[in-house]
């Protein structure tokens, strides 16, 4: 079966526990900027410096609220400015991954095993789930007709709360010369 959903393009940002938080901004408190798709989940105001000894990057997002473990999501891009070589993972899965410097704006932090390039995915309703029979981590068909038309592969993530789109990074955005909310079709 083929059925459409919406692009959102994920650009370098960093997810915080509010412990790594403070280190970074004091007494600050994480402030929204605006919301993000997934439910619960924001950008705020805040950004910091990531750092390594070849290159830095700065005003990379701050993502909300706060996690149970530090995560740096990059780009294959952003890792050849910076000299490093992360894993393509899904979120949270750490071991093994690139260390990273944080620099905000009353301190810094070394993190190990939390740089990564966040693997494709497709956040999946538990309607969708139930409608087509999708399975948690499954792989789905992801046909892009723009005009560098092609397929990719994204693995399922199902939640309670999930906003139903395909998440990618800005590597696989401009490839395809994709934009947020363009459509893509998956075959399910």
Not at 84 to 90: D, H, M, S, T
Not at 135 to 145: A, F, L, S
Not at 152 to 160: H, T, W
């Amino acid at each position: 079966m083929k059925i459409k959903t919406t692009v959102g393009i994920s650009n370098r940002h960093v997810h915080l526990t509010s412990d790594t938080f403070k280190i970074l901004f004091g007494n600050r408190k994480l402030e929204k900027l605006r919301d993000i798709n997934q439910v619960g989940q924001f950008a705020s105001f805040l950004t910091v410096t990531i750092k390594t000894a070849k290159n830095e990057i700065k005003n990379v997002r701050v993502m909300g609220p706060f996690r149970k473990y530090n995560q740096v999501e990059i780009s294959k891009t952003d890792a050849r400015v910076l000299g490093l070589n992360p894993p393509i993972r899904q979120s949270s899965v750490l071991d093994d991954s690139e260390s990273i410097t944080l620099v905000g704006e009353v301190g810094s932090v070394t993190l190990d095993n939390c740089c990564i390039i966040a693997e494709r995915h497709v956040h999946i309703t538990n309607e969708i789930r139930d409608k087509y029979n999708i399975k948690e981590g499954q792989v789905i068909k992801v046909k892009i007709d723009t005009i560098k038309k092609g397929e990719i592969e994204a693995f399922a993530r199902i939640s309670d709360d999930a906003y139903f789109e395909i998440h990618l990074d800005t590597d696989d955005g401009n490839a395809f010369l994709l934009n947020n909310n363009d459509e893509v079709e998956l075959e399910v």
